[in-house]
C-alpha cells in the first residue's frame, strides 16, 4: 500500500510541537506542501514543549517536534521515541520596553542582562509552562547566578501561557520577556516593546523531531509519522523550512544534514 492510500485510509496524523511553530506562522507555511505531495493530513496540537512531550507519553501524538534537547533526549532515554533528528534551528531574543529601565539595550551577554532586570525589579514576564522557551529562561537565569524560584518577586510575573498571550501581557506591562525570534516577527501587538539583547550564542535555539514509539504505543501511526519526518528533513522538507519568511526576514534555518 503506498503512503498516500494509507493516508487516506488513516485520515491524518497527530503532531505535539511548540506554541513558536504554530504562531510563527510556519505550520501554515509548510502543511500545505507536504499534504500536497503525500495526501498525509498533519493535525498539530500546540503547547510548551514538555507539555508536546507529555503528549507523546501518552502515546496520543505520532511525532513530537519541540525545542530543549535536554527533555528531548530525556524522552529518548525512555524509550518514548524511535530516533531523535535535527531540524533546523532560530533563536531566542531578550524583548523589553523601549525606555529600558534595567539598562541592558545593546549588550552582548543575555546572563549579565538578567541580572540587571533582578536588580531593577523592572517588569519581567515568564510563560511559566514548562515550555522550550520557559526551559531556555530559566537556564540564564541560573547562568546569571539566580534562584528565580526563590528570589522572585512582584516584578516577576508568571503566566503559565503560550508565547502569542505571554507576548500579550509583556507588552500590556511594559515589560521585559525571552522570546523565540519567529514568534516576535510575526507578532503584531508590539506596544511599546522591542528587542534589547540578542546575538549571545547561548541564545541558541534547536529544534528537534521525533516519532512516537510504536512499541510502546501501538495506535501510533508509525509508517504516516515517519513518511512526515522523512520529508522535514529531506533537501525538499529543509528548503521549504528556509523559504518562510516575514517582510523577508528568515525565521528558521533548516540544519538536519550538518
Known amino acids: 500500500m503506498g503512503v498516500a492510500l494509507a493516508a487516506a485510509l488513516a485520515g491524518f496524523i497527530t503532531v505535539a510541537s511548540t506554541t513558536s511553530t504554530e504562531q510563527s ?15 498525509i493530513r498533519v493535525r498539530v496540537v500546540a503547547v510548551g514543549t514538555g507539555q508536546a512531550l507529555d503528549i ?28 531523535r533528528y535535527d531540524v533546523m534551528y532560530n533563536d531566542f531574543v531578550l524583548i523589553g520596553p523601549k525606555s529600558d529601565p534595567a539598562h541592558v ?19 519581567f514576564v515568564s510563560r511559566g509552562d514548562r515550555s522550550g522557551t520557559h526551559f531556555a529562561e530559566l537556564a540564564i537565569w541560573r547562568l546569571a547566578g539566580i534562584d528565580i524560584g526563590r528570589e522572585k518577586g512582584p516584578w516577576y510575573r508568571d503566566t503559565g501561557q503560550g508565547m502569542g498571550p505571554a507576548l500579550n501581557t509583556a507588552a500590556a506591562m511594559n515589560a521585559y520577556m525571552l522570546s523565540d525570534r519567529g514568534t516576535w516577527l510575526s507578532f503584531k501587538n508590539r506596544g511599546d516593546l522591542v528587542i534589547a539583547v540578542e546575538g549571545d550564542r547561548r541564545l541558541y535555539n534547536q529544534y528537534g523531531v521525533m516519532l512516537v514509539n510504536p512499541a510502546k504505543h501501538p495506535n501510533v501511526k508509525a509508517k504516516l509519522g515517519q513518511a512526515f519526518i522523512d520529508w522535514l528533513i529531506s533537501p525538499e522538507g529543509q ?3 528556509a523559504s518562510y519568511r516575514i517582510n523577508g526576514e528568515q525565521l528558521f534555518f533548516p540544519n538536519a544534514h550538518e
Request: proline letters at 5%.
Open 25 to 39: 506562522g510556519l505550520f501554515k507555511h509548510l502543511l500545505p506542501i507536504f499534504e500536497q505531495k503525500t495526501g
Open 56 to 83: 507523546g507519553r501518552r502515546g496520543d501524538a505520532d511525532v513530537v517536534l519541540v525545542h530543549a534537547k535536554p527533555l528531548e533526549e530525556k524522552f529518548m532515554a525512555e524509550g518514548q521515541g524511535v530516533k
Open 105 to 123: 539595550q545593546g549588550t552582548k551577554d543575555v546572563a549579565v542582562a538578567f541580572r540587571k532586570i533582578k536588580e531593577a525589579q523592572a517588569p
Open 239 to 241: 528548503n521549504a523550512i
